[in-house]
């Protein structure tokens, strides 16, 4: 059994609007549900786990029956920050489950084809992520000034979704938890605890909707069909 986490439990703060980022509607859909979209219509999910927080999540069930039927779909309150989230929803797969595939819920322009490349290197690895080639000069500073500058050949920007064995991502968390080790993205508890991550090369297209620059963006790339779903996040 393969399961996709989606996690979508964040305020949206550096939007400056009083609405949560993952609810804002775009060609009449929500951020979330464009995203969903991909894995809803994979023949390799079976399950679909998502973190919200916990004062959405019956309007939002309400509105994931009128929308999706063929998927069985689990909502769960989310953590006080996205790792704590990802626990919960580790804990919450079935025991079966073999893959586990954690996205975040406002980068709605992930392709199925990159999800099945995903679960087709994990097997020959304990992790797998998508990664797109940074562009811009890297500068390190210190206050008001520029200390050094960071080459850049070898640095890649870390997408999702990160696709992992599930008995291997659920320990380390638990690990991290019981070490009480903070970390920005899931692969860097394979990287802290010493296991092995490959990267996936892919585009800039796969990317999350942070601020309202992205938005403007997403809401021309989504209103206007300028990307098919074939196209996105793939090199």
Same mark, same amino acid.
């Given at each position: 059994?393969? !399961?996709? $986490?989606? %996690?979508?439990?964040?305020?949206? %703060?550096?939007?400056?609007?009083?609405?949560?980022?993952?609810?804002?509607? #775009? *060609?009449?859909?929500? $951020?979330?549900?464009?995203?969903?979209?991909? =894995? !809803?219509?994979?023949?390799?999910? /079976?399950?679909?786990?998502? %973190?919200?927080?916990?004062? @959405? #999540?019956?309007? =939002?069930?309400?509105?994931?029956?009128?929308?999706?039927?063929?998927?069985?779909?689990?909502?769960?309150?989310?953590? %006080?920050?996205?790792?704590?989230?990802?626990?919960?929803?580790?804990?919450?797969?079935?025991?079966?489950?073999?893959?586990?595939?954690?996205?975040?819920?406002?980068?709605? =322009?992930?392709?199925?084809?990159?999800?099945? @490349?995903?679960? @087709?290197?994990?097997?020959? !690895?304990?992790?797998?992520?998508?990664?797109?080639?940074?562009?811009? +000069?890297?500068?390190?500073? /210190? *206050?008001?000034?520029?200390?050094? +500058?960071?080459?850049?050949?070898?640095?890649?920007?870390?997408?999702?979704?990160?696709?992992?064995?599930?008995? &291997?991502?659920?320990?380390?968390?638990?690990?991290?938890?019981?070490?009480?080790?903070? !970390?920005? /993205? /899931? *692969?860097?508890?394979? @990287?802290?605890?010493?296991?092995?991550?490959?990267?996936?090369?892919?585009?800039?297209?796969? =990317?999350?909707?942070?601020?309202?620059?992205?938005?403007?963006?997403?809401?021309?790339? &989504?209103?206007?069909?300028?990307?098919?779903?074939?196209?996105?996040?793939?090199?």
């Amino acid at each position: 059994m393969n !399961v996709a $986490i989606i %996690t979508a439990g964040g305020s949206g %703060t550096r939007m400056n609007i009083k609405k949560r980022k993952q609810f804002i509607k #775009i *060609a009449g859909k929500p $951020i979330l549900c464009w995203t969903l979209d991909h =894995f !809803v219509n994979h023949s390799q999910i /079976d399950r679909i786990i998502i %973190t919200l927080p916990q004062d @959405e #999540i019956e309007n =939002f069930r309400i509105y994931l029956k009128k929308e999706y039927s063929n998927k069985q779909l689990t909502l769960i309150a989310g953590g %006080t920050k996205r790792q704590d989230s990802v626990l919960k929803a580790l804990q919450a797969c079935p025991t079966n489950t073999q893959y586990v595939l954690i996205h975040d819920g406002v980068r709605p =322009f992930i392709s199925k084809q990159l999800i099945s @490349e995903l679960l @087709e290197q994990v097997k020959q !690895v304990d992790g797998v992520l998508p990664v797109s080639r940074v562009k811009n +000069t890297i500068k390190e500073i /210190d *206050a008001e000034l520029v200390q050094r +500058t960071i080459p850049r050949q070898n640095l890649v920007n870390a997408l999702t979704p990160q696709v992992f064995h599930y008995p &291997l991502i659920l320990h380390l968390h638990q690990k991290a938890k019981a070490e009480n080790l903070q !970390v920005t /993205d /899931d *692969a860097s508890l394979c @990287e802290t605890y010493g296991y092995k991550v490959r990267y996936l090369l892919t585009d800039d297209g796969n =990317f999350k909707i942070t601020d309202a620059q992205d938005l403007e963006i997403a809401k021309c790339i &989504l209103e206007n069909n300028f990307r098919s779903s074939n196209e996105m996040g793939k090199l």
